[in-house]
């Protein structure tokens, strides 16, 4: 299995910020995943991250909100930039593990915007 | 499109019982993964079990068995003899299979998730 890390583990910031999220693998992987889940709702892809590519967005996501970066194979950051009391959420990174079959995920962001 | 449906939304049992979460998916794709993962109050996402849509063999671990059913697209989840530690919110997960290897593309498609609590 992957171990996961994120940073920070929660924050509460305040509207028109930006704040960005930091994921680490302790092994490398090819594809990392960033989720997001709403209050009280399911999870929801933003984008996959690949490294040495620009990353490439769900539908309802765009790079100017949540532009991401990934220099290396066990590392990547999510930015909420410009941010709304609707983007607070869960924020979660997610690896696939070995062999591309199990998948991973982070112990989540929680992020609040007042 | 996928679409996982959790038509319970939430659950309540006293501890010892048995409790069976259902999930039912909707996909085009002939071959697919569809996971099951545990989110305890703390927040993390528990990854608990991947089935291949080509295994329709019932798998137990424990407690925990998962009934795949492809003729009615269900994927249940039973927990037996249930325990307080058990509480939690569960969700099913759907997941296309990459044409050239096989393997999951890691893009899932969660249901909307089940809220267990179990009463000591």
């Known amino acids: 299995s992957a171990v996961i890390s994120q940073k920070p583990s929660r924050d509460i910031c305040q509207r028109g910020t930006s704040l960005t999220i930091q994921c680490q693998v302790d092994?490398?992987?090819?594809?990392m995943f960033w989720y997001r889940q709403q209050p009280g709702q399911s999870l929801t892809l933003i984008a996959t991250a690949n490294q040495g590519s620009e990353a490439t967005y769900e539908s309802g996501f765009v790079i100017d909100k949540f532009p991401i970066s990934r220099p290396n194979l066990t590392f990547s950051t999510l930015t909420v930039s410009n941010m709304s009391p609707e983007d607070s959420s869960i924020y979660l990174c997610?690896?696939?593990?070995?062999?591309?079959?199990?998948?991973?995920f982070g112990p989540g962001t929680r992020l609040t915007v007042t | 499109a996928q679409k996982v449906t959790q038509a319970q939304t939430e659950i309540s049992v006293v501890e010892k019982e048995d409790v069976t979460l259902d999930c039912v998916y909707e996909?085009?794709?002939?071959?697919?993964?569809l996971f099951w993962y545990k989110q305890p109050p703390s927040g993390e996402l528990v990854f608990l079990i991947r089935?291949?849509?080509?295994?329709?063999q019932n798998e137990i671990s424990g407690r925990y068995s998962w009934n795949f059913q492809k003729s009615t697209s269900s994927f249940n989840f039973t927990i037996t003899a249930s325990q307080v530690v058990d509480s939690a919110v569960y969700f099913c997960?759907?997941?296309?299979?990459?044409?050239?290897?096989?393997?999951?593309?890691?893009?899932?498609?969660f249901g909307q998730g089940t809220i267990l609590t179990v009463h000591p």
């Open positions: 996909t085009r794709d002939t071959t697919y993964y």
């Open positions: 997610s690896v696939l593990g070995t062999g591309g079959y199990e998948q991973y």
């Open positions: 092994s490398q992987v090819t594809m």
């Open positions: 997960a759907l997941s296309e299979v990459h044409p050239a290897g096989g393997t999951s593309y890691g893009k899932l498609t």
């Open positions: 089935r291949n849509s080509f295994d329709e």
